[in-house]
């Protein structure tokens, strides 16, 4: 049994079994989420591991990074899936256990999901594809396909913007892990299972309609225009300072407004601002529309100063604001990213030496001590998996 499993899953999902035949983020985050809350995750990767299992980045071993945190807290088994047995073998090991089984991979023959369902009529399969339409897709089209990279960059610049973060497949992820918990709540109720079908484009589709980018389109006709690092309809935006650092300040209340004008004491030039404009800077409204005015005296003020005096001025104050770090200053001054924050523990994953790794990222009452867990070595658990399956079957 690898590390991954050496001691039985704590946890709200204590007792329940998923398996998983995935590759790159979404589905196998949405696993590694709910592994992390304590349910007993059986990837199934092919002999000499899958798609994503020597992605980069890698560690000095050459261990996959990017394979390593995604599969946290999980077992591994090996299994050719490109074989009927094979296949046959892990719905045996779907349907004899919980019944769960996640994929964004093509499922074919006994792991089909209308097999699986027949096999066992309380299954559950969530899959994951690109598009409903049967287009395939990425975090990087659908991101191309949404408007976002559109939206983001200079306002001057006139080329799309990729994001650095997946966060589509994050939310997908997040997306998949939900939409499994909501039908596994449902098998219970009633005793019915089902597949649950989830594409990529309809997280990015739905992401911005739900925050009003895709209505205010097609209500005003026009697509939302580059803003830089502006925030949209209320006061906020990247300032520099005398050290040639950069911060992120935003005030979207009241209560922030207030704050600022006290640490900064540009109380009474603000009201000046408000004069000029006729407009009270009270309310999201008008401090949008004086954004300019408003951001020319916050820039003075802060390139007067040091990161280091405007981080004095504002400790302690309701003030919203984070400088801007690359990960690498992320480690180094910022104690959310240390063993300091209850999130992390440095720990050790086949072919990566200790780093820091998260946990659950909840805070629960009734769960405090949930563990950061590590990734397995591939195929680590193959021959105690097959086993135990056996003895259940017998």
């Known amino acids: 049994m690898s590390a991954a499993t050496a001691s039985p899953s704590a946890g709200p999902l204590g007792g329940l079994r998923i398996v998983e035949s995935t590759a790159f983020i979404a589905a196998p985050l949405a696993t590694m989420s709910l592994a992390g809350l304590g349910a007993e995750v059986i990837r199934l990767d092919p002999p000499g591991g899958g798609l994503d299992y020597t992605r980069w980045p890698l560690s000095e071993e050459g261990a996959s990074l990017y394979w390593t945190m995604l599969n946290r807290g999980k077992r591994s088994v090996t299994l050719d899936l490109r074989e009927e047995a094979g296949r046959e073998a892990a719905a045996r090991l779907i349907c004899e256990g919980d019944g769960i089984f996640v994929t964004n991979l093509p499922a074919r023959g006994a792991l089909a999901p209308e097999a699986l369902l027949e096999r066992r009529k309380d299954a559950i399969v969530v899959t994951l594809d690109g598009s409903p339409d049967g287009a395939t897709a990425i975090d990087y089209t659908v991101h191309a396909a949404c408007g976002a990279a559109i939206m983001a960059g200079p306002e001057a610049f006139d080329a799309p913007v990729n994001n650095a973060v997946p966060f589509w497949d994050v939310i997908a992820g997040r997306s998949l892990a939900m939409g499994l918990l909501a039908a596994e709540l449902e098998r219970r109720r009633t005793g019915r299972g ?7 484009s309809d997280i990015a589709m739905e992401a911005v309609a739900n925050v009003g980018i895709l209505p205010e389109a097609e209500l005003t006709g026009q697509a939302r225009a ?4 502006w925030i949209y309809g209320s006061f906020g935006r990247d300032f520099s300072t005398a050290c040639g650092r950069r911060f ?4 979207v209340t009241g209560k922030q407004w207030r704050a600022l004008l006290e ?9 000046r601002i408000g004069e000029a404009f006729g407009t009270a800077l009270d309310d999201d409204t008008g401090r949008y529309r004086a954004r300019h005015a408003i951001a020319a005296l916050v820039q003075d003020w802060a390139g007067a100063r040091d990161l280091a005096a405007v981080a004095r001025a504002f400790e302690g104050t309701a003030v919203c604001w984070s400088p801007y770090r690359d990960a690498r200053q992320m480690l180094d001054e910022d104690p959310r990213a240390s063993t300091s924050n209850p999130l992390f523990e440095r720990i050790a994953h086949p072919g ?3 780093v820091l790794t998260p946990r659950a990222p909840f805070r629960m009452t009734g769960h405090p001590d949930l563990p ?3 990734a397995p070595a591939l195929g680590a658990d193959t021959a105690a998996v097959l086993s135990e399956n056996e003895g259940t079957e017998k």
């Open 263 to 271: 640490a900064t004491r540009l109380g009474a030039a603000m009201e």
């Open 352 to 354: 990566v030496a200790p």
């Open 194 to 200: 089902q597949h649950i079908a989830l594409s990529l």
């Open 372 to 374: 950061a867990r590590p």
């Open 248 to 251: 992120m300040l935003a005030v």
């Open 226 to 229: 580059r803003q830089g690092n």
